[in-house]
């Protein structure tokens, strides 16, 4: 599993784009549920956004935000699923 993330500063704005690889497998699936409930976004270390989810997102699905920022910033985006597995993705704000 993999996130892909972009990251561009304009304005004083970040805008932010991922990309997040992972089946999103609800009840009724063979193995039953497997979906991301946590994803969180920081900016140099510091938590700009948290969002929690449920088995009706999409499978790979795909997350737009917009956060306070300059270029050169540090964002990281971050899930874990209900099964304890996670991932992370680090970039540069272009």
């Known amino acids: 599993m993999s996130i892909r993330v972009r990251a561009q ?22 193995g039953g549920p497997h979906f991301i ?5 920081k900016r140099n270390g510091t938590t700009a956004l948290t969002a929690n989810w449920q ?3 999409s499978r790979n699905p795909f997350l737009q935000a917009e956060i306070d920022g300059a270029s050169g910033d540090t964002v ?3 899930w874990k699923d209900n099964k304890g597995e996670s991932d992370s ?3 540069e704000v272009r």
């Open 76 to 78: 990281t985006i971050t």
């Open 37 to 41: 409930e946590t994803v969180e976004i």
């Open 9 to 30: 500063e304009s304005n004083g704005v970040i805008n932010i784009r991922a990309l997040m690889s992972h089946d999103m497998l609800v009840p009724e699936d063979d």
């Open 55 to 57: 088995f009706t997102v």
């Open 89 to 91: 993705s680090e970039v």
